[in-house]
């Protein structure tokens, strides 16, 4: 089902919608208590791609113009947490591109 409807949509939405996620990194927490962000690799539907992408549980949800826009505050240890684990999902994806 999922890979029917995955036909339906432009290749970058139903990649990113229905990957397989290979790989999951830390969850890291944002200024509130039920912010975060997290690092994954997933795999595209048809096999052939791997993406880097983040599951983001933003702060707020709104920018000061009006427009929607995601934001995660990180703190400079969680910002130094949170670089390390985007290049631990890079060289995942490297790997994963060999």
């Not at 690092?39 to 709104?62: C, H, T, W």
């Amino acid at each position: 089902m999922l890979k029917l409807l995955a036909k339906l949509l432009p290749n970058s939405v139903s990649d990113m919608a229905f990957g397989d996620i290979v790989y999951a990194g830390k969850e890291l927490y944002g200024r509130s208590s039920k912010a975060f962000v997290q690092g994954r690799i997933k795999k595209s539907v048809d096999g052939e791609r791997y993406y880097l992408s983040l599951l983001m549980l933003p702060d707020a949800y709104a920018g000061p113009d009006g427009s929607l826009k995601n934001y995660l505050n990180l703190d400079l240890q969680t910002a130094i947490k949170f670089r390390a684990e985007i290049e631990l999902c890079i060289a995942k994806l490297e790997d994963l591109e060999k």
